[in-house]
């Protein structure tokens, strides 16, 4: 069955979500309701424990609520494993924590281990995720191996080309969950302004990250405490 009906999809809606682990007793998700409109630069914010990692395991489509309705243009995610895998399909998540293999740059960008990539991908992947200049100083460009457990580059790197990958998948929402944690500020901004400034790609973006100044390009931020969620402005967590 074909995978793309949800490709061109306008509105995300969570409707009314509850959630709790088998073994919890607590609510993790109380009653929960939010609107995304495709193409929207969302910012998700809160401490842990607060619910923030149940509720982007619910945007991935890995966590069916108790309640409520998990809604893309009015038709129910969970309403038969056709719609989730099709849901699926479209989502690209970076963690904060990157697994690489020990091959090449490239090969880890692309999941490809030949060279049937596609060129204009992988370079608009490199340039946004600020890996240019790490590649250009590389004897063996992106063929250059990352080794065993990536000791070859550094925190910021590994990020760099988690979120390259993500790119080069080009799906219609991206979660970044604390996903440039590790970069210096001047790379971190540069990332989110490309990302904020995409005019080619109707990318909806999630961006979850304690560091509240690169949430100001946000249209939305969703605040997140005791598993119940606040609409808030950039100013107001300002204060």
């Not at 993790?28 to 607060?50: C, N, P, Q, R, T």
């Not at 924590?97 to 490199?126: C, G, H, M, Q």
């Not at 080309?161 to 969950?177: E, M, S, T, V």
Request: proline residues 1%.
């Amino acid at each position: 069955k074909n995978l793309n009906k949800f490709n061109n999809f306008k509105i995300l809606k969570l409707s009314n979500i509850t959630f709790s682990y088998i073994r919890e007793k607590r609510l993790i998700l109380k009653d929960l309701s939010i609107k995304i409109k495709a193409g929207e630069f969302i910012g998700i914010v809160g401490s842990s424990g607060e619910g923030k990692s149940t509720l982007l395991n619910l945007l991935c489509g890995l966590n069916k609520p108790l309640k409520g309705l998990f809604l893309i243009d009015e038709e129910e995610v969970f309403k038969n494993f056709h719609n989730l895998k099709s849901w699926r399909n479209q989502v690209s998540y970076v963690s904060q924590n990157i697994y690489l293999t020990p091959y090449s740059i490239v090969s880890n960008i692309t999941l490809r281990e030949d060279n049937s990539f596609d060129k204009e991908r992988l370079d608009y992947a490199i340039k946004t995720a600020q890996l240019e200049r790490f590649i250009k100083s590389l004897k063996d460009g992106i063929y250059s191996k990352v080794g065993d457990k990536a000791m070859q580059i550094s925190g910021g790197q590994k990020q760099r080309i988690g979120i390259a990958r993500a790119l080069y998948q080009k799906k219609n929402f991206l979660i970044l969950d604390e996903a440039t944690s590790s970069l210096d500020k001047k790379n971190e901004e540069k990332i989110i302004s490309h990302l904020f400034n995409k005019s080619d790609i109707k990318q909806t973006i999630i961006l979850v990250s304690h560091k509240i100044n690169i949430l100001r390009n946000c249209n939305k931020i969703f605040y997140l405490k005791n598993g119940v969620v606040f609409e808030k402005s950039f100013y107001d967590l300002e204060k």
